[in-house]
């Protein structure tokens, strides 16, 4: 995939200097932000992006790195994105003001298939450096191989209009999402559905984004319940090394049939 943009945007850096005087509810955002604009992350984040052809346009860099600050800070909704207008810290570290919810919803709606499938490959990468800066800096935290551990969740909604929408087995009025996580928390993959998805859907390619960067010789492990017991994820898991537990489906496996044998 060619780069869409290119880092060009450089966030400020603060010189932080110890108060206890309270300065901005967000004075958090600046040092991570700046953690994460000078890591090895951030190039191959602003690969995934797609590009801004306006001469008008702030860079696609800089709006991905202001919805980060927006998820880090817990917005609810791009309309939040008002809040960040009136401090000042952000102002400065991201250069001038930060975008309006309109500008930041023509960037979203500017993603296609390609970029979302991009940002899944992203946080595969993202995932498995942040699990080796924790074993750089706390050398004893893992001794056990990677465990990964993969489901799928219902998110209830009231609106109408949302796409995707539907009813779920359990008439939830809902979208559906399908995540894998490793075992201190990072994400190596998530896929946002229709609500009335079946959960196990598309797993294989997901555990397959989310194993991209480890050989078939690197110990792994992979926990699901029974909704992912099919020869599907059997084989994925086979054909990529992975050790796994899987709960037993009574319909695919007939296993109480055989309890007494």
Known sequence: MTPSCTTSFTPRKLNLVASKKKLTNASGLGALIESFDSSLLSAE??????????????????????????????????????????????????????VLPRTMGNFLRDFNVQNINSLNHFLSTQAKISREQVVKIHPNALDQPLHLNIDSTPHEQCGKKMQGLAWNYKDMWCLDSQSIFDELGFCYGMQLRPGNTKSGVDAEELIRVALKEYKFSDKKYLSADSAYCNQGVIKTCLSLGVKFTIAANQATTMWRNHIDE
């Open 45 to 98: 984040f602003s690969k995934t992006l797609p590009a801004r052809k306006s001469n008008r346009s702030q860079g696609s860099y800089r709006l991905g790195l202001t919805q980060l600050a927006s998820f880090l800070y817990g917005h609810d909704c791009i309309d939040d994105l008002i809040e960040f207008r009136t401090d000042p810290l952000l102002a400065h570290v991201m250069r001038g003001e930060t």
